[in-house]
Structure formats: structure tokens, C-alpha cells
């Protein structure tokens, strides 16, 4: 995948984008909700994909799962939102009012999170995917409840630089978010994000990361590729080749005091059985990082 490459949102990645939007409106449709995202629904019905998604009906309704792998996936998706949420609720009430969130993809956070006065929330992704979700939300009335500041950048380039242009204060402490990244970075991007985020980061900030410590292992998994398929991803396309330094390693190394938390630890803590189909979870962890 060149550095110069745009993706839409109904090819490649943005697929990616729209099934878990997707398990975000299933999610958000169960009677034990963990989260809740108004629009997901309809972001994915106004993208009108070519292949449906098992997650919801062509006019933005949700239907019943009833495909094992995507059933489990709307449950991790479900269960991911809210741990990142309550982070950023967390980051919040610690008096931190400046937020990024790395390629956010689909999710509406800006939009549906209560967030203290003042804060500060950035959004940083493709051209084409803050578009397409800043025009359909604006359809459906949606306003953001913070100073929101979408950043249109690729995140394999120089992004710190149009981050601070944005209006990023690197002298104040900030929650930053990479949820659903990593394994579409190059190993070298990957290390020079982290690179950057703590160049950008004052004393005090935090930083949750979804860290795939096997992505080989999830993108060569046969149910995965195969309903992958059907919706047109090609998921081994998908992941950058090459040998990774432990996330771990990397944030340590840079200064990050970190708390790991397995997904039976979060789902257990959330009072929810473990996702279905442990392949897809069994090598995820949710890292959590302050910096002193």
C-alpha cells in the first residue's frame, strides 16, 4: 500500500470501517446495550455497500445475527467501543480536555460522548472517510458536543505537523486514542507514530491503544478470510508484511507507563461472556499508557 494511496469508503479499508460501524448499530441495538451509537446505522446504509453486511438491512435497520463470525465480531466491537469510551470518559474527569482520536474511521465519538466544556477533539483520517461522515451526519442534524476539529491527513505521512496546525497544544496534556490502527500500519509507521505521539505529548497525558500481537495469525484465519470475502475484503491485502517490535517495547522505551487488560478481563469486568471465535480476540490486548 503506497503512501500516497486514498481508500473510500466502500472498498479496501473502508470496509473494514463500515462492518464495525456496523456491529457499533448491533451493538447498540441489544436491550443490554454497553454503548450506544445513534448513527452507525445509518452511516452504513448512506454507503451503500455493493455486498450487504449481515449487521443491518439496506435502510439502516439492524437485523439478527445469525452468522457465527460476525455475530462474534458485533460483540467485540460492542465491547471495544465501551472500554475506549470509558477511557475517554476517565481522561475527562482527570481534567484532560484535548483529545485524538487516530484514524477514527466511522465512529461518532465527537458526536455522542458527553464531554466535559472546553475539551478539544481532533479527528484524524483519510480525506474521503471525514467527508463522507461529516456530510451524513450533518444530514441527520447531528452536532458535535466538544470544539470538534477533523483532520484529514494520512497517518503514514507527516501528520504531526498538520496536527499541530489544526491547533493541537502540545503543552497541554492529551488522551489519544488508536483503536483499530495498528495492523494496517507498516511496521516502520507504526514506530514512527509512536514516535511522534510522545514527541506531541506533554507530562500527564494518556494513551489507549488495541494492540494484535499476532496479526499473521488473525489475517490467515480460514473463517475470517472467507466471510471477509464475501463482502469484498481481501484481509491478507490488508496488513502490512515485515517483522514489528513488541507495542510494549515500543512505548516503554519512549517513556509510557503502561496497564495491559486481556479481552476476557474486559469482558468479565463488564459483566459479558468472552466474544465468541477466540481467534479473533485471543491475541488482542488493550494497553493504556500515562505519561509522567
Not at 479496501?12 to 448513527?39: C, K, N, W
Not at 452507525?40 to 439502516?60: H, I, K, Q, T, Y
Not at 491527513?153 to 492529551?174: E, I, K, M, N, Y
Not at 475484503?233 to 507495542?247: C, K, Q, T
Request: with cysteine; hydrophobic share 40%.
Amino acid at each position: 500500500m503506497s503512501t500516497d494511496q486514498q481508500w473510500d469508503i466502500v472498498t479496501g479499508v473502508g470496509l473494514t470501517a463500515l462492518a464495525v460501524a456496523a456491529g457499533r448499530a448491533a451493538e447498540s441495538a441489544r436491550p443490554d446495550a454497553l454503548m450506544t451509537d445513534p448513527y452507525a446505522s445509518r452511516l452504513v446504509a448512506a454507503a451503500r455497500p455493493a455486498a450487504p453486511f449481515p449487521f443491518s438491512s439496506g435502510d439502516g435497520e439492524t437485523e439478527p445475527l445469525d452468522d457465527e463470525l460476525w455475530a462474534s465480531t458485533a460483540e467485540y466491537v460492542g465491547l471495544r467501543s465501551r472500554v475506549f469510551d470509558d477511557y475517554f470518559r476517565s481522561t475527562g474527569e482527570d481534567g484532560i480536555t484535548q483529545a485524538v482520536i487516530l484514524a477514527s474511521g466511522l465512529d461518532t465519538r465527537p458526536y455522542r460522548l458527553d464531554w466535559p466544556s472546553g475539551t478539544v477533539c481532533f479527528e484524524l483520517d483519510q480525506p474521503a472517510v471525514l467527508q463522507f461522515k461529516a456530510a451524513t451526519l450533518k444530514e441527520e442534524g447531528a452536532r458535535p458536543g466538544c470544539d470538534h476539529r477533523p483532520v484529514p491527513v494520512d497517518l503514514r505521512d507527516d501528520w504531526g505537523a498538520v496536527l499541530q496546525t489544526a491547533g493541537l497544544d502540545v503543552s497541554r496534556p492529551t488522551a489519544w486514542l488508536a483503536e483499530g490502527l495498528l495492523p494496517y500500519l507498516p511496521p516502520a509507521a507504526e514506530n514512527r507514530l509512536f514516535r511522534e505521539i510522545s514527541r506531541l505529548s506533554a507530562p500527564g497525558s494518556r494513551f489507549a491503544v488495541e494492540r494484535m500481537d499476532d496479526i499473521a495469525r488473525l489475517a490467515a484465519d480460514p473463517l475470517l478470510r472467507d466471510r471477509s470475502g464475501e463482502l469484498g475484503i481481501d484481509v491478507a491485502s490488508l496488513f502490512p508484511e515485515g517483522e514489528r517490535e513488541p507495542v510494549e517495547a515500543q512505548l516503554e522505551r519512549l517513556g509510557w507507563e503502561l496497564e495491559n487488560r486481556s479481552v476476557p478481563e474486559t469482558a468479565a469486568a463488564l459483566g459479558r461472556p468472552q466474544p465468541g471465535l477466540q481467534t479473533l480476540t485471543e491475541h488482542i490486548t488493550h494497553t493504556f499508557g500515562r505519561l509522567p
